[in-house]
């Protein structure tokens, strides 16, 4: 089955830019959508946006003017990138395949701390 | 783009039945049948427990139900277990093509 692992640095620096992988095994990225969601310490999910195999792209209106996600269908992975970073932003990353309405499956996440 | 507005915890004991409610709006769980369910445990990525307001996924018990009515979605849990206390979060679709999650109900077995 589809499994997702989430990679990258686990320490980012502030007004630096964040960015992790989310390697796709067991199936191909290509005709799904694949979105990014983050969970702060000990708070809610947030979603991020999501990316279609076509290149369509959507983002949460409050990241919109930070996030790009971007995917290589040849090496079967999406990306996430998040600009000008700030403690705020510290919080477990996590991927996930979004097929018709639902997130299924997810990555473990990844813990992301933005510090000096 | 406002959280869905669920309740910050419920409880209830083993053998009972429990609801989370869901609130959003005619721009989000009132408009779409694209409202989801899912279930943390702590240190655990997000397992999805319903789909499409009232669809589980092969594997999930049958304890576990949705339904909706309005802009308010549900999720039911009967015959409650230990290994039901987590955090549950609902999701839905929103008209400008993005997704919303709710602020997550805490899931206390007593």
């Known amino acids: 089955q589809v499994q997702l692992q989430e990679s990258g640095p686990g320490l980012v620096k502030p007004l630096e830019t964040l960015s992790l992988n989310c390697n796709v095994s067991?199936?191909?990225?290509?005709?799904?959508?694949w979105s990014w969601i983050r969970q702060p310490p000990g708070k809610g999910l947030e979603w991020i946006g999501y990316i279609h195999d076509s290149g369509k792209t959507n983002y949460n209106p409050s990241l919109k003017s930070r996030v790009t996600i971007s995917g290589d269908t040849s090496k079967n992975y999406f990306s996430l990138r998040l600009t000008s970073v700030t403690a705020a932003d510290s919080a477990v990353y996590y991927c996930?395949?979004?097929?018709?309405?639902?997130?299924?499956?997810w990555g473990q996440g990844t813990l992301v701390t933005v510090s000096s | 783009q406002s959280a869905l507005t669920q309740p910050a915890s419920v409880s209830g004991s083993p053998g009972q039945a429990i609801t989370i409610s869901c609130t959003g709006t005619?721009?989000?769980?009132?408009?779409?049948?694209?409202v989801s369910w899912y279930q943390q445990h702590p240190g655990k990525a997000p397992k999805l427990m319903i789909y499409?307001?009232?669809n589980r996924p092969s594997g999930v018990s049958n304890r576990f139900s949705g339904s909706k009515s309005g802009n308010t979605a549900s999720l039911t849990i009967s015959g409650l277990q230990v290994e039901d206390e987590a955090d549950y979060y609902c999701s839905s679709y929103t008209n400008d093509s993005t997704w919303v999650f709710g602020g997550g109900t805490k899931l206390t077995v007593l």
């Open positions: 996930a395949r979004l097929p018709l309405g639902r997130f299924d499956p």
């Open positions: 067991g199936g191909s990225i290509s005709r799904y959508y």
């Open positions: 005619s721009t989000d769980v009132g408009g779409y049948k694209y």
């Open positions: 499409d307001v009232s």
